[in-house]
């Protein structure tokens, strides 16, 4: 303990032991005033670094020395603030106000009290309340020098609904001098902030950053205050780069680890742009309610995301708090009013909002707000009236006209959208945002780009290069895909629009703002985006899969009228997928094995969320089950009544009793089980999350349970613990961890085939063949396993014991989505090495049933079938592979001849008509345009179909064009002869 500590203590002690009236026998010292001085400045710093516990135990330790020390009291009144005792803060700064009384020395505590008062007030939804009582401190107040009076009277004024009142406060405020405590920066900051003067509040940021680094370092408030301002001024632009948003947020933590500012930004940024995956969204405003369950301002927030995600059972327990704490309060308001709207109350919704105007007519937020959390739920038709009103309300406003724009946009006028979105920029002032200036970008280059073609109520826009090829494949297969879900839903949609872009950047910019989002289309309802077959990846993912799950969104969406929970449209749209065509699977049994194995298998009411996390993916793999269940348990009608109860304005909650008579924790329980029986068959290990093993080691005992019962679960928890140490490269933590096993016998099966993976990293290949063997003797199994047994076999040239391996591997996994490590594919060349072709192209067969993209292997498999007169499956091939590439004239002619060979000639006709049309430019290789003799060739092979759909003239005509081409045409000779 220093000598200044130890005096504090010392004068601590001395006055805690003396009368109530202490002071008044011996005044302090200078030099103890000084030090209890020193040790308030303390604690108040204390409390602005995340230490308010420790920084309320100290000061009450002080005010036992010196009760009326009024700005410890305060000090105190400011902890109590921050561990959000609200009502303990208030009491404490009015009693605080009241001592204070009308000394002109106390003046400046005085002041102190009441703006934290009035803060709280406000906070509450108080605001004529604190109005008034800042009105009354006029005395103490010097809005004119003090730039803390000025913004807590501006901020006083906007919550009692007098703005112009706040404004010109703010703007006395904005003006006031440099000269003042870091926090009067920080309040001088905000007003410039509040009036757009945007450079001069970072100016004022900046200086009070700078007057404080020799001074104790940053204030964590300046911090995230600099943050929330580049946050505002560049939102995720890349000239932004130089002053990030999240950097100064992240200092801040580091300062205060449990800032609310700091986390609630970095939570706005997640959000916003999608591609930030250092961490969830979700998981940050997790942490930001368990650090702060009570406060008013995180629980705001968290209501708004719960209404943006569909949590209506969250958003009203949220709202209930709410109410209690702050239920005047504007932004309740108006999550109350989303709230009535989306549960098919507009009278609640529209009587909120009028209230709320009327006390604010100036003020657009209200209805931006409303608006703009129906175009999070994706409800654009409904959200357009009320960010249109708001955008009319105050013209000045940019975000009311970035989401008119969004809205518009979404909901098929991408004329007016442009419009709105270059309202913002000016309207902006300055203020960039990526999302508006990408979205603007790409509208621009599609429409001066794209041409358009119509098919009844669908509207295509496209890149003309190629247009031809995609006007004959995209267009009818859009049309019979409505057909078919159509028939199938019993709902006809409204006209929609299909945008194909060429390149993926543009297709994730005009989907979400941004590139690189991990998806080839989106559908918004009237609205729908998707890359084209000739994207960059070009060859690798099925266009047709892609479409049918876009437009199956259309009936979803349209059915439901965009009021149904992401999880399910998603989810029904992947199990759609697979219902039409089985090789359009997903297949992410390995990552459902992990998630079954690790405890992560997203609960329903969570699994919206999934959809803006890094786990977007499993999200829609996840929905996709969960309809299958649903659909194998209750039947296909069920679902639509599902549809059409969220439409109804029922919630999950309310829907899944109504239509499935259960909850959605009983559809959690129901839907465990239903996956266990999916993956119980495939053998494999699963990945271990570190964290989860983490915890199950802290309570594993080292030596063996003495009841029998126990041991089991005891000997494949120490496997676990072991597998995952393997899993993150820590050999020697796995082999301590085995160590527990060691005088188990036999050896665990599981024990057994991690010491063979460990041998197989130590190359050494005859021990790993012998643990793996012995693991399999045991009755274990795993899929790697096999591939590793086999591959010795296959050296060592036993390959009959190889192709045993390999066939079990198929059995434990079928069609592992590791191509390097596919059994089927191993077993194809070990059968092709033998020179057994028909059992290699059957195994290559089994293969493409799991891999709708792998266009290389299915072609060698259609060519196959067509060699062997098997033609009806290799014309299904070619057309799985023109659903991938629809610009591969070789495939387009040998699908054709396998059509003719089955007599479907309009079909064949098609496919010869289409191998001259490819630009060979597009051809995949590259290669040059047909010659004169090969267009005949076509020619006099469509004059053959066109004879054998009796189209006598059009086949003449096409045959003589060929003759003309070339007249030795065998074909088209043949044409004319039978014609004749």
């Not at 959000?271 to 969204?281: F, H």
């Not at 249109?388 to 006209?401: F, G, I, M, N, Y």
């Not at 084209?532 to 690798?540: D, I």
Request: proline letters at 4%.
């Amino acid at each position: 303990m220093n000598f200044r500590l130890h005096s504090f203590f010392t004068v601590l002690v001395a006055l805690a032991a003396g009368s109530a009236g202490a002071w008044a026998q011996r005044p302090p010292t200078s030099e103890e005033a000084a030090l209890l001085v020193e040790e308030r400045i303390e604690c108040d710093r204390l409390a602005r670094r995340g230490e308010a516990r420790t920084a309320l135990r100290r000061i009450e330790e002080l005010l036992e020395a010196q009760p009326e020390d009024l700005e410890a009291r305060l000090t105190r009144a400011r902890c109590h603030l921050a561990l959000i005792d609200y009502e303990a803060a208030r009491a404490e700064a009015a009693s605080v106000r009241l001592a204070a009384g009308e000394k002109a020395a106390a003046a400046p505590v005085r002041a102190a009290a009441a703006r934290l008062e009035a803060e709280i007030l406000v906070e509450f939804g108080r605001g004529p309340e604190a109005f008034e009582l800042l009105e009354s401190e006029h005395r103490s107040l010097n809005i004119a020098t003090d730039a803390r009076d000025a913004w807590a009277r501006a901020s006083a004024a906007f919550a009692a609904g007098k703005r112009d009142i706040a404004l010109q406060t703010l703007a006395i405020g904005a003006d006031t001098g440099a000269d003042q405590p870091w926090d009067g920066g920080l309040a001088r900051g905000l007003c410039r902030r509040e009036l757009g003067q945007l450079e001069a509040a970072s100016q004022s940021y900046v200086a009070a950053l700078d007057a404080l680094k020799g001074a104790g370092g940053d204030e964590p408030d300046l911090l995230v205050a600099l943050g929330d301002l580049y946050f505002e001024a560049d939102k995720e632009v890349a000239e932004g780069a130089s002053r990030s948003a999240a950097k100064l947020y992240r200092e801040a933590l580091q300062l205060h680890p449990t800032h609310e500012g700091a986390l609630l930004g970095l939570f706005a940024l997640h959000r916003y742009n999608w591609q930030r995956q250092r961490e969830s969204a979700s998981d940050i405003l997790s942490k930001a309610l368990s650090l702060r369950p009570q406060s008013i301002r995180t629980l705001i927030v968290a209501a708004g995301a719960d209404l943006d995600d569909g949590q209506l059972k969250s958003a009203r327990e949220r709202l209930a708090v709410l109410d209690n704490l702050a239920g005047g309060r504007r932004e309740v308001r108006i999550l109350h009013a989303t709230l009535s709207w989306i549960e098919h109350d507009p009278d609640g919704c529209r009587a909120i909002l009028k209230e709320l105007i009327a006390a604010d007519p100036a003020d657009s937020t209200p209805e931006r707000e409303v608006g703009r959390h129906l175009l999070e739920l994706y409800r654009f038709a409904e959200g357009l009236p009320f960010v249109k009103a708001a955008a009319e309300r105050d013209p000045s406003d940019w975000e009311a006209l970035t989401q008119l724009g969004r809205a518009l946009a979404n909901t098929g006028d991408e004329v007016g959208a442009r419009a709105a979105l270059d309202a913002a920029q000016k309207a902006a002032a300055g203020r960039q945002d990526a999302w508006r200036d990408n979205m603007r970008l790409v509208m621009k280059r599609t429409a001066e780009r794209h041409v358009t073609e119509t098919r009844g109520d669908l509207t295509f826009s496209f890149d003309p290069e190629g247009g031809e090829v995609l006007s004959t494949y995209l267009v009818p297969f859009y049309a019979n895909a409505r057909d078919e879900l159509v028939a199938r839903y019993g709902f006809t949609p409204t006209p929609t629009t299909i945008e194909i872009f060429r390149a993926h950047k543009d297709f994730s910019v005009r989907s979400t703002g941004f590139e690189g989002f991990p998806a080839l289309g989106v559908c918004f309802g009237p609205v729908v985006t998707a890359v084209s077959p000739l994207w960059e990846m070009r060859g690798t993912q099925s266009w047709a899969r892609t479409s049918f799950h876009e437009f199956t969104h259309v009936i979803h969406l349209g059915l439901s009228h965009n009021r149904c929970p992401r999880w399910i449209t998603e989810g029904l749209a992947t199990w759609e997928e697979v219902n039409r065509n089985p090789s359009w699977t997903r297949n992410m049994r390995r990552e459902l094995v992990d998630a079954l194995a690790n405890g992560q298998v997203i609960p329903v009411r969570e699994l919206n969320r999934a959809f803006r996390g890094p786990r977007i993916l499993f999200g829609y793999y996840q929905g996709g089950l969960m309809c299958q269940m649903l659909i194998e348990r209750s039947g296909f009608a069920r679902i639509v009544k599902f549809l059409e109860a969220f439409d109804r304005g029922l919630d999950l909650d309310a829907s899944l009793k109504e239509v499935y008579r259960t909850t959605p924790e009983q559809l959690d329980r129901d839907f465990l089980e239903f996956v266990r029986k999916e993956t119980a068959n495939l053998k494999i290990e699963p990945r271990w999350d570190s964290s989860r093993v983490a915890r199950l080691a802290l309570g594993l005992s080292p030596k063996p349970p003495k009841e029998a019962s126990k041991l089991p679960a005891w000997i494949d928890d120490w496997c676990t613990v072991a597998w995952s140490a393997w899993q993150r490269d820590r050999k020697l933590d796995a082999q301590e961890a085995l160590r527990h096993l060691k005088d188990i016998t036999p050896e665990p099966a599981r024990a057994a085939l991690l010491r063979g993976f460990i041998a197989l990293a130590d190359q050494d290949q005859t021990a790993a063949r012998r643990f793996f063997e012995s693991a399999l003797a045991s009755g274990g199994d795993d899929y790697r396993a096999r591939i590793a047994l086999a591959t010795f076999a296959s050296d060592a040239g036993e390959t009959d014991v190889a192709e045993q391996h390999l066939l079990a591997a198929v059995k434990a996994f079928p069609g592992y989505d590791d191509q390097d490590l596919s059994a089927e594919l191993r077993l194809a060349a070990l059968y092709a090495k033998a020179g057994r072709d028909d059992e290699a192209l059957a195994s290559k067969e089994q293969w493409i049933a799991w891999n709708a993209g792998d266009i290389t292997v299915r072609r060698e498999v259609a060519e196959w079938h067509a060699k062997n007169g098997r033609y009806q499956r290799a014309s299904t091939l070619y057309g799985e592979i023109n659903e991938v590439d629809p610009f591969l004239r070789e495939v387009h002619r040998a699908w054709g001849d396998a059509l003719y060979a089955l007599g479907a000639y309009a079909e064949a006709l098609r496919e010869y008509g289409v191998v001259l049309i490819v630009p060979h430019k597009l051809d995949a290789p590259k290669t040059q345009a047909l010659t004169d003799d090969e267009r005949a060739e076509l020619m006099g092979l469509q004059s053959a179909c066109l004879a054998a759909l009796q189209r006598r003239d059009e086949a003449l005509a096409r045959a003589n064009e060929a003759l003309a081409l070339d007249p030795d045409c065998a074909s088209a000779k043949e044409t004319l002869e039978k014609l004749q």
